[in-house]
Nanobody, 125 residues
Framework: QVQLVEFGGGLVQAGGSLRLSCAASGRTFSSINMGWFRQAPGKEREFVAGMTWSGASTYDADSVKGRFTISRDNAKNTVYLQMNSLKPEDTAVYYC??????????????????WGQGTQVTVSS
């Protein structure tokens, strides 16, 4: 079992920045591949960014490439999502997710084994 808790959501103006954190417990964090997803009202949950368990590989969705950065601190059992140059269309509930398995980044929601409860990010225009 892996428990995930997100922090850091909130309201920000367009062009601003936020950093989301996701604290993990219950399993050796350094063996878990991590991802961030988001879900806007009326839309499907979509992949945002992912990182392998070692941190050696990352992948960002095209919609956030160059603006969002995923990182992790295995000593703190935490994964981060730094979000810069935020746009109103980034408004969504953001979820962190954990995938047990080989060190590859998967963008498919169903491939992830554990999920956090989500944190709301609202970007005003």
């Amino acid at each position: 079992q892996v428990q995930l808790v997100e922090f850091g959501g909130g309201l920000v103006q367009a062009g601003g920045s936020l950093r989301l954190s996701c604290a993990a417990s219950g399993r050796t964090f350094s063996s878990i591949n991590m991802g961030w997803f988001r879900q806007a009202p009326g839309k499907e949950r979509e992949f945002v960014a992912g990182m392998t368990w070692s941190g050696a590989s990352t992948y960002d969705a095209d919609s956030v490439k160059g603006r969002f950065t995923i990182s992790r601190d295995n000593a703190k059992n935490t994964v981060y999502l730094q979000m810069n140059s935020l746009k109103p269309e980034d408004t969504a509930v953001y979820y962190c997710a954990a995938r047990i398995g080989g060190p590859i980044i998967v963008t498919i929601r169903g491939a992830y084994d554990y999920w956090g409860q989500g944190t709301q990010v609202t970007v005003s225009s």
